[in-house]
């Protein structure tokens, strides 16, 4: 199989469009764990709603898609929650998980 001039250009281009679409995703937290400045109750809270910094629903259900996210206040933070407190991982989940509409 012979590679022609046109095939290498049209691979370098997907290839060109592929760095340049990865780097316009929004950069995430590593993780959004830390409870430290949480009361007892708080943290007790967090267990109970069994926040989790990755859902276990593939993607489906996040903290991201959720009613009760509150956005980072800059790209790469942790968001907050209306219903825990404490950092929120955007693709975490916790028992109290309600769809955005």
């Known amino acids: ?10 691979g370098a281009a997907g290839t ?4 340049v679409l990865g780097g316009c995703k ?3 937290p590593d993780a959004c764990t830390d409870v430290t400045g949480l009361s007892e109750g708080e943290v007790q ?7 989790v ?3 276990p629903f593939a993607g489906k259900k996040t903290c991201e898609s959720c ?5 980072p206040p800059k790209e790469g933070a942790c968001g907050g929650c209306k219903v825990l407190r404490g950092p929120v991982h955007p693709n975490g989940y916790c028992k109290s ?3 955005k509409t």
């Open 1 to 10: 199989m012979s590679l022609s001039r046109r095939r290498l250009l049209e």
């Open 16 to 19: 060109a469009t592929s760095f």
């Open 26 to 28: 929004a950069k995430l």
């Open 45 to 51: 809270a967090r267990m109970a709603l069994a926040y």
């Open 53 to 55: 910094d990755a859902t």
């Open 67 to 71: 009613q009760q996210y509150v956005a």
């Open 97 to 99: 998980y309600a769809q």
